[in-house]
């Protein structure tokens, strides 16, 4: 089975021709001497001297995230500036702002864009009308897109990527626990298309989880979830490159089920993979291509590192999922279970969940020559939910 589902062109942009420029979508806490991933927005932008849109729009403080971004990008050969259009941004109407004619030529003479972090509502807020049309200054940063410039997002820049995104989210087990049927999801910008779902703090959050009911209630197939101070670069071929400090999970629903006689959230044979930093993967063709500490270091199932069980009672937890599936793939056992419970205070501390997953035929793993670091491609993943009896420890 593949990672992936084969994508079909939106409906919305049928009559139109697909970008020609490329996405940088980074899960969030990139730091500043994280070059590889700033160097290639540079890069992307047109090189050194580029000029580059800083919108702080997310910011609870605007003008100091916003001049702090644009000094990093500066630091690293851009010509970057602040577009002064943020609801919180002081002594400004936004309103104005976002269809000032001035501030969009601006952004449409830049060759690329960067969404700081913050609140991903606020970006949705400050650069989508309240009847749903677009702003001039959106649709210049679409045109930018269009003509071959980059977007470059992090945190709630890279939420507002797909055309749905997290909004009040409860927590993970809460949105396990109780769905996504209230105001957990709002719309994103889409500029991934409408066939992926993107999400950020992923593995440092345990996110994974809270991807797969999200992903359901809108029938999405495909989902990207990308880790901290970590960026997945997707270019107008729908190639996909891993960057930075770890890597990025990607869902696949494609062939999932759900057992509806079952009142809680439960899934079967879901997949994941683990795409690590240097890592590429072509959408459209479904071929992978390993960094090239990988290349030679294919998993050998036959010839397995690993033999003890597999276990974590905290699946949510810190890189637990990516620490799961990279000692499963190279280990005697087949399956591994992960539990998911209530913290204190949480409501259902009755229920819990097993993330069970599961090495067969479809997984392939490889491993690095230069550090402790797998890629992992499709892993089972069934999820069930659990009686769980109060207190379970003394």
């Known amino acids: 089975m593949s990672i992936s589902m084969m994508l079909t062109v939106p409906q919305a942009a049928a009559a139109e021709a697909p970008p020609k420029g490329s996405l940088v979508i980074a899960g969030g806490a990139v730091r500043g001497d994280n070059t590889v991933i700033w160097q ?34 500066n630091k690293q050969g851009a010509n970057a500036f602040v577009v002064p259009l943020a609801v919180r941004m002081k002594d400004r109407d936004y309103r104005r702002d976002a269809d000032d004619d001035t501030i969009a030529q601006s952004i449409r003479d830049a060759g690329g864009v960067y969404f700081s972090g913050g609140d991903q509502a606020l970006i949705t807020q400050a650069l989508v ?22 977007i470059f997002g992090t945190s709630a820049g890279a939420a507002i990527m797909s055309t749905t995104m997290y909004y009040e989210a409860k927590t993970v087990f809460g949105t396990l626990s109780e769905g996504v049927n209230g105001r957990e999801l709002a719309l994103g910008l889409g500029f991934v298309g409408d066939d992926i779902f993107i999400d950020q703090h992923l593995l440092a959050r345990g996110r994974f989880a809270r991807m797969l009911p999200a992903m359901l209630k809108k029938g999405y197939k495909l989902g990207i979830g990308i880790d901290e101070n970590s960026a997945v670069v997707i270019n107008a071929q729908r190639e996909v490159e891993v960057l930075g400090y770890q890597g990025a999970l990607v869902v696949d629903l494609t062939r ?40 030679e270091g294919k998993v050998d199932p036959a010839n397995p590192y690993y033999s003890d069980p597999v276990f974590s009672a905290d699946v949510l937890g810190h890189n637990t999922i990516l ?24 409501p259902h501390q009755e229920l819990g969940f097993e993330f069970k997953l599961t090495r067969d035929a479809a997984t392939t793993g490889y491993s690095s020559a230069a550090s402790e670091a797998y890629t992992v491609l499709n892993m089972r993943l069934d999820v069930r939910p659990l009686k769980i009896t109060r207190p379970w420890y003394q």
């Open 129 to 150: 009308r309240p009847d749903g049309s677009r702003t001039k200054v959106l649709e210049a940063i679409w045109d930018v897109y269009r003509r071959g410039g980059v």
């Open 256 to 295: 999932a089920t759900v057992n509806s006689d079952v009142k809680q959230f439960n899934l079967q044979n879901a997949r994941l993979s683990y795409l690590d930093r240097g890592d590429k993967y072509d959408l459209k063709l479904h071929k992978y291509t390993p960094s090239e500490d990988k290349v």
């Open 40 to 73: 290639r927005v540079v890069q992307l932008a047109g090189g050194a001297g580029a000029r580059i849109a800083v919108l702080p729009s997310a910011a609870g403080n605007p003008v100091r995230s916003g001049a702090y971004a644009a000094a990093g990008l």
């Open 323 to 346: 620490i799961m599936m990279s000692k499963l793939v190279d280990s005697s056992q087949t399956e591994a279970i992960g539990i998911a419970t209530a913290g204190p205070g949480e």
